[in-house]
């Protein structure tokens, strides 16, 4: 299998569940660097400031450099942003230069898509930069 090498930056949106390791996986293997993979993830806003936000971003930094560091990766840069998923991943992309961003889709169906909306499917038509979708296996 031919595997699609970059020295660009890749985006994966990280929410510790099985799906998006995975999509960072594929993120570690398509980049020349691992230096060159962005982690985001998005907590939900909060209504008012409260004492107490800049925690909120510590504990979280810490719980997701240790979940990537047991699933053996390297201390890696996370971003901790907070709002609208899919605003938030798309400027993220932006902002730092993306060439691509790797992103799971959960698979829930469509029914559940219908009603709720797809963050992934979102990205996908608000993103400046390719973004790859990965499916969940069945």
Request: with cysteine; hydrophobic share 45%.
């Amino acid at each position: 299998m031919t595997v699609w090498m970059t020295d660009r930056i890749v985006v994966v949106p990280l929410d510790m569940s099985e799906f998006s390791l995975k999509a960072l996986g594929t993120a570690r293997d398509m980049v020349n660097d691992i230096s060159n993979i962005r982690i985001v993830h998005i907590l939900p806003p909060i209504d008012r400031p409260v004492l107490g936000s800049e925690y909120r971003e510590e504990q979280t930094r810490a719980a997701m450099s240790a979940f990537i560091q047991e699933h053996g990766y390297p201390k890696m840069e996370i971003t901790i942003l907070a709002g609208d998923p899919v605003k938030q991943i798309v400027q993220f992309a932006e902002d730092c230069g993306a060439g691509l961003i790797v992103i799971p889709s959960h698979g829930r169906g469509m029914l559940t898509e219908m009603l709720l909306g797809s963050t992934t499917y979102s990205v996908v038509r608000r993103a400046v930069c390719p973004v790859l979708v990965l499916k969940p296996k069945k």
